[in-house]
């Protein structure tokens, strides 16, 4: 008897998680990974925090811990502690007690909490978010049953930069109390964020369209090495008076990649709001993982509420961020002396792990095909998988893939 699910379809495959097999099934001596969004030492090794090392032992020492069961909406002390760290704790809106957090399984768990929370109880069948976007926003909304998920202009390939007009005519033109989708820092996958002036303008349009704000912070610190300019545009719109969801995420600023860290932090009118929303919250939990799970999230909760731990901690993060910018300025400056054709500046002046690099499918086939460097067919690298000892590898290698692709165009 044939399998019931024989007609069922096979899902392509995720081609970030695809890229690392292949990476990780190659022998090429030379082989390099562009692709994975997990920080890498300049060896090229991932690395765990010191002070992680620190609170982990602690923890294995202490008799007072146990494996009970977390509140639904997670640990208390962590969630104080996230919603602090992004907002400044002396935001009025902590102050007046119309903040809360609650716990979820890393950024991707908060998006998907907030999506839940606004399709089931508020009804909203419209998001808009941008172009290019992290490949799981959408997929995100369209398995909460969200009907019309639409993508505003984002990235302008000519100028390598943001497209803010596009971005704010294509917002304006969706529905009121549209669901809309921003990145607070470090957009994924491109790396050009919205200068404070250009916030400004799109918390205009959000006003005006008394839109339903969700931002992802996925790398609050780890972009400039500065938590305080990393959530400028969290605090701006709170600021503001909206009341917003901000999904939170500790893999890449406390290196905590595979215990699922997040936090999605709520900002209301006013206290009995915040009740209210929790409330449901807590429902939507507990129907979808149920119970939060407590290791990452006390070793984040440890650090944070700690002052020489949060000191070394943010030491960390700067080393981290600086690293980043290092292999940025490594790379322009390698593609400039090589005078590989084209503009190059878009490199330094992106934010965060990634760059969207502006190489094409054909050239990006060049780099994995001879070269044996995996990076997205977007062009997105990973900074990250850059370091002192591959940096001439690559940047020949690109600027191998660039010309060989003219030459090609010019025989046509």
Known sequence: MASRFADVDVAPPIEVFALIAQHNEDPHPNKVNL????????EGKPWVLPVVRTVEAQMATDPTLNHEYLP???LPDFRAAAVKLLLGEDNPALVENRVEGVQALGGTGALRLAADFLKIIKQCDNVIMSNPT??????????????NIKQHRYWNAEMKGLDLNGMLEDIKAMPDETVVVLHACAHNPTGVDPTQEQWKKIADICEQKKAYVLMDIAYQGFTSGDIERDSWAVRYFVSRGFELFASQSFSKNFGLYNERVGNLCIVTKDTESKMRVKSQMEIIVRTTWSNPPNYGARIVASVLNNPALYSEWKEHIKTMSDRIRLMR???FQKLKMLGTPG?????VHQQGMFSYTGLNTTQVEHLVKKYHIYLLKSGRINMCGLTTSN????ANAIHDAVTSSMTQQAQL
């Not at 692709?35 to 300049?42: E, F, I, K, L, W």
């Not at 503009?343 to 490199?347: G, M, Q, R």
């Not at 940096?391 to 690559?394: I, K």
């Open 35 to 42: 692709s994975v969004g997990a920080y890498r030492t300049d």
């Open 72 to 74: 639904v909406a997670g």
């Open 134 to 147: 992290w490949e799981n926003h959408r997929m995100i909304f369209k398995n909460c049953g969200y009907g």
């Open 329 to 331: 300025d490594q790379l």
């Open 343 to 347: 503009k190059w500046d878009h490199i």
């Open 391 to 394: 940096m001439d590898y690559v």
